[in-house]
Nanobody
Framework: QVQLVESGGGSVQAGGSLKLSCAVSGLTASSACMGWFRQAQGKERERVALINRFGENAYVESVKGRFTISRDNDKNTLYLHMNILKPEDTAMYYC???????????????????WGQGTQVTVSS
């Protein structure tokens, strides 16, 4: 049984930083297409960052240069390092994974099967 458990969310002021973690069980993170999506209230779920099994990554334009996705293979854990946070980054953040071998870095939410329960990030101005 695959489980993804996010942690690390919270409330910060604009300009601050947070590190989200996603503990993975039931699959090997280094063999999967994994990523972070976010959903603000009243909006659709948005892709934030993806990482493939080769360690290549992709980001939505609005977080480039501020967010970094990474993976610790020994801990089987996915991370999202978020810097220079802005109020528009406020959302529920979800960890996701897929074992499909199709192209990883362009996938949308509907292409992923496994999801965590989410962790809330709130950025105040």
């Amino acid at each position: 049984q695959v489980q993804l458990v996010e942690s690390g969310g919270g409330s910060v002021q604009a300009g601050g930083s947070l590190k989200l973690s996603c503990a993975v069980s039931g699959l090997t993170a280094s063999s999967a297409c994994m990523g972070w999506f976010r959903q603000a209230q009243g909006k659709e779920r948005e892709r934030v960052a993806l990482i493939n099994r080769f360690g290549e990554n992709a980001y939505v334009e609005s977080v480039k240069g501020r967010f970094t996705i990474s993976r610790d293979n020994d801990k089987n854990t996915l991370y999202l390092h978020m810097n220079i946070l802005k109020p528009e980054d406020t959302a529920m953040y979800y960890c996701t994974a897929s074992l499909s071998r199709t192209e990883c870095l362009s996938r949308l939410a509907g292409d992923f099967i496994y999801w965590g329960q989410g962790t809330q990030v709130t950025v105040s101005s």
